[in-house]
């Protein structure tokens, strides 16, 4: 049962993870907090700054343009507290190991995958990303550009035949940014998440079983080396 559009972890928001204060800013701007599941502190939990100070490394290190910092501070000023999925009590532990929050992940439609790497033009793909894969959840991927084209080069399939994935082409980080959020709130508009969920499935199930598939071929490729003599 869908009872969220989309879920948006965002735990550490510090450094060159400055990004998802962004995006969680733009979410508020657009009155859609309340439609997703969405976890955000305004004092990271990493370096144990606010917002304010790390958001300035936005400008000054990865050069997202001052207006647009400015824009998602003034927005985050007026959140109320600290955003939770679950644990709240107030804490947000490390849980990379686990799967995550299932019952809201169940019971959302998209997930938005807040990767580790967004501004280093680099190939690099977390847990974070095969999350979703194994939920059999469609997924926005806000990552290092060409990311997509990277997780589809292992066999996974994505979702270009109803998200405009343009975005992964993109090298401009602040260009990048502003097309994915796009594809996030088209989706978030959308009046029939259950309709669109069907134009999924096939996607979903395709990348459900390749990632089962991965540990097996990974378990015989250490029996052939094991076995193989030596030279």
């Given at each position: ?26 979410l ?6 309340d439609?997703g ?5 305004r004092?990271c939990?990493d370096n144990g700054?606010?917002?304010?100070e790390?958001l300035t490394s936005a400008?000054t290190?990865?050069k997202?343009p001052i ?7 003034s ?11 679950d644990f ?9 190991m ?8 169940m019971?959302?439609?998209?997930h938005?995958?807040?990767?580790t ?9 977390t ?10 959840q469609?997924?926005?991927l806000?990552g290092?550009?060409?990311n997509?084209?990277?997780?589809k ?9 109803v998200?405009?994935e343009?975005y992964?082409n993109e090298?401009d980080n602040a ?14 508009n959308?009046?029939?998440p ?5 134009h999924?499935?096939?996607?979903l ?27």
């Amino acid at each position: 049962k869908l009872e969220k559009k989309y879920i948006s972890l965002n735990r550490i928001t510090s450094n060159h993870r400055i990004y998802r204060a962004l995006l969680v800013s733009e979410l508020s701007a657009h009155n859609l907090l309340d439609d997703g599941y969405v976890s955000f502190s305004r004092v990271c939990p990493d370096n144990g700054k606010h917002y304010k100070e790390n958001l300035t490394s936005a400008y000054t290190d990865f050069k997202i343009p001052i207006s647009i910092v400015h824009r998602a501070t003034s927005i985050l000023d007026k959140l109320d507290d600290d955003l939770r999925i679950d644990f709240t009590d107030g804490s947000i532990p490390n849980q990379s190991m686990v799967l995550g929050p299932i019952d809201a992940m169940m019971s959302s439609f998209v997930h938005v995958v807040s990767e580790t790497q967004y501004f280093p033009h680099k190939q690099h793909l977390t847990e974070k990303i095969f999350k979703p894969i194994v939920a059999k959840q469609p997924f926005i991927l806000a990552g290092s550009a060409h990311n997509l084209d990277y997780l589809k080069s292992y066999g996974f399939k994505t979702f270009d035949n109803v998200i405009d994935e343009s975005y992964d082409n993109e090298p401009d980080n602040a260009k990048r940014y502003a097309m994915a959020w796009a594809q996030i709130v088209r989706l978030q508009n959308t009046d029939g998440p259950r309709q669109v969920y069907e134009h999924f499935k096939d996607v979903l199930e395709h990348n459900h079983q390749l990632m089962l598939s991965i540990p097996k071929q990974q378990l015989k490729d250490i029996q052939r080396f094991i076995h193989a003599p030596f030279a």
